[in-house]
């Protein structure tokens, strides 16, 4: 039976008439139903194009897996395992850019990547529920595809669990560069270009300190911040946005169902056409940018971002939006291993946990959900929630109690995240009710107890909430004369996607009020 259906085989014979030269697949097959797969998976790509060929004597020890190469010269990206799912889009595009099709990349990133010299070999390890890992091995499968120097081997976790444990890896994406850990979560491929470049950042610092002063600059390359930008540029004014990373705490989110007119999407799509209308204005986005310091406007009316890498950026106006974060529970053996056992998406890395305990933080609609989610997953679920009953919306709560593999505890405190030194072994939490304190032995633990709003770098330079969110009037001034700000890093209510994106366009509406004003 055919892996892919009709519409998929049909959109991907469009697709491959873009190649520009034959490419070659080569497979390495062992005898399990994932190789059976993998066979069916080649074969039916090499017969929607005249310039795909297949092979089936590769010798990877990862079996099932498979090369990519253009015909002729040695295969330079690789997957082990069968990339569906999340995925799939990855395997179209390492197809297309092996095979001469240009990448969209920014043409001096792409240049770059070019001049790295190697040898480079990346290996990334993924799970197919990951929304974060395509942009990882998307990004490193343009530069194995551009740069002779340079391999990639992308690894679905789940499917080679022995090779998961030997290397300690419990959270994905996780990017290994010639055998030694090299990045851990999401990246694009200018923060993966920047890790390799070090001149990099000297040279985006440098073109950031010559840009003329903005009408309206953007802090923020989230919901808000996009509306913003988009709102700004349609009045025909100077707009900037800066972000440290373009899509914010979206890009983390998976399924969508509350977007009014979409009935579903997930936050990588959104986020990339939320990018691409942007791209559609005069908007200057200068991404991988993080601010330090905001310096309020002076004899000349301008205020002052500086930046991490030392450059400044002046404007009339300034939009802050610079979203929230996981909050984290801010007990012993928390930081020291995250990633090791202590995570905060799910959908990311409740894979690594199959067969095994784990306990989710947080009584909310997030905790329950990611609660019911790894139960289909791993052996057990615990959920500790500190108040006294859970928070999430009662369907949800009638579902998570339906589950044979789940067990409750309300008002308990986490006190403590415990492990051997390299990995989690348990938590302690306080019965709230008695006083005792209790020992859950387990192997995971997702954090899933609310939002941080970004706004440590503002030292004070406006009126904040003791929680740190920026204080806003009706028209989202701040306290600060030509500052405004939007979304989750303000005091407004209910911190959703489309809440957002309203603010950020009223806050572009009342900057432009306020330059026409002044």
């Known amino acids: 039976m055919p892996l892919l259906d009709a519409a998929t085989t049909a959109q991907l014979k469009a697709y491959l008439g873009n190649l520009r030269h034959p490419i070659e697949l080569v497979a390495s097959l062992g005898d399990d139903a994932k190789s059976v797969d993998t066979r069916s998976l080649v074969e039916e790509i090499a017969a929607l194009s005249d310039k795909v060929s297949a092979r089936f004597d590769g010798s990877d020890a990862r079996r099932p897996s498979f090369a990519v190469g253009k015909a002729g010269e040695p295969a330079r990206v690789h997957f082990a395992g069968l990339p569906l799912g999340h995925e799939f889009t990855s395997l179209i595009l390492a197809l297309l850019h092996v095979g001469g099709h240009p990448p969209k990349e920014e043409a001096d990133l792409l240049e770059t990547v070019r001049g790295l010299e190697?040898?480079?070999?990346?290996?990334?390890?993924?799970?197919?529920?990951?929304?974060?890992?395509?942009?990882?091995?998307?990004?490193?499968?343009?530069?194995?595809?551009?740069?002779?120097?340079?391999?990639?081997?992308?690894?679905?976790?789940?499917?080679?669990?022995?090779?998961?444990?030997?290397?300690?890896?419990?959270?994905?994406?996780?990017?290994?560069?010639?055998?030694?850990?090299?990045?851990?979560?999401?990246?694009?491929?200018?923060?993966?270009?920047?890790?390799?470049?070090?001149?990099?950042?000297?040279?985006?610092?440098?073109?950031?300190?010559?840009?003329?002063?903005?009408?309206?600059?953007?802090?923020?390359?989230?919901?808000?911040?996009?509306?913003?930008?988009?709102?700004?540029?349609?009045?025909?004014i100077r707009t900037g946005v800066v972000t440290e990373r373009f899509g914010g705490q979206v890009l983390d989110t998976m399924g969508i169902e509350n977007f009014i007119s979409v009935p579903h999407t997930e936050g990588p799509r959104l986020v990339a056409q939320l990018e691409q209308h942007v791209k559609d204005y005069a908007v200057d986005v200068m991404n991988l940018q993080k601010a330090v310091a905001l310096k309020p406007a002076n004899g000349d009316g301008l205020a002052t971002v500086e930046l991490e890498s030392g450059a400044a950026l002046r404007a009339k106006t300034v939009i802050l939006s610079t979203g929230a974060r996981w909050r984290q529970m801010g007990v012993p053996g928390e930081?020291?291993?995250?990633?090791?056992?202590?995570?905060?998406?799910?959908?990311?890395?409740?894979?690594?946990?199959?067969?095994?305990?784990?306990?989710?933080?947080?009584?909310?609609?997030?905790?329950?959900?990611?609660?019911?989610?790894?139960?289909?997953?791993?052996?057990?679920?615990?959920l500790i929630e500190f108040d006294s009953q859970l928070r999430a919306d009662a369907?949800?709560?009638?579902?998570?109690?339906?589950?044979?593999?789940?067990?409750?505890?309300?008002?308990?405190?986490?006190?403590?995240?415990?492990?051997?030194g390299e990995k989690v072994t348990g938590l302690v939490y306080r019965d709230r009710t008695t006083d005792e304190v209790r020992t859950v032995e387990l192997e995971g633990i997702f954090v899933q107890i609310g939002l941080v709003p970004n706004t440590e770098w503002l030292n004070g330079a406006l009126a904040m909430t003791n929680r740190g969110e920026i204080e806003i009037d009706s028209h989202l001034a701040t306290s600060l004369p030509g500052v405004f700000a939007a979304g989750d890093v303000t005091t407004v209510p209910f911190k959703q996607i489309v809440i957002a994106m309203g603010e950020g366009s009223k806050a572009a509406l009342s900057a432009f009020d306020y330059l026409i004003r002044h």
Request: proline residues 5%.
């Open 118 to 236: 190697g040898p480079l070999h990346f290996e990334t390890f993924f799970s197919l529920t990951c929304q974060n890992c395509p942009d990882v091995v998307q990004a490193l499968n343009i530069m194995a595809a551009l740069n002779p120097a340079i391999t990639h081997v992308a690894i679905d976790g789940a499917l080679f669990q022995n090779e998961v444990e030997r290397r300690k890896i419990m959270a994905v994406p996780q990017v290994f560069l010639n055998g030694e850990p090299f990045g851990q979560g999401r990246m694009d491929l200018a923060q993966i270009v920047a890790k390799i470049d070090t001149g990099a950042v000297a040279r985006a610092a440098e073109k950031i300190a010559a840009k003329e002063p903005f009408d309206v600059l953007v802090v923020g390359g989230g919901p808000a911040g996009a509306a913003a930008a988009i709102y700004a540029a349609r009045k025909g």
């Open 335 to 382: 930081d020291e291993y995250r990633n090791k056992g202590v995570a905060y998406c799910p959908h990311c890395d409740g894979p690594l946990y199959k067969g095994k305990r784990t306990a989710v933080i947080g009584g909310g609609n997030s905790g329950v959900e990611a609660a019911i989610d790894l139960a289909g997953i791993v052996a057990h679920v615990t």
């Open 395 to 420: 369907v949800l709560q009638t579902k998570l109690r339906s589950l044979p593999n789940v067990t409750i505890i309300t008002s308990a405190l986490t006190t403590e995240v415990i492990g051997d």
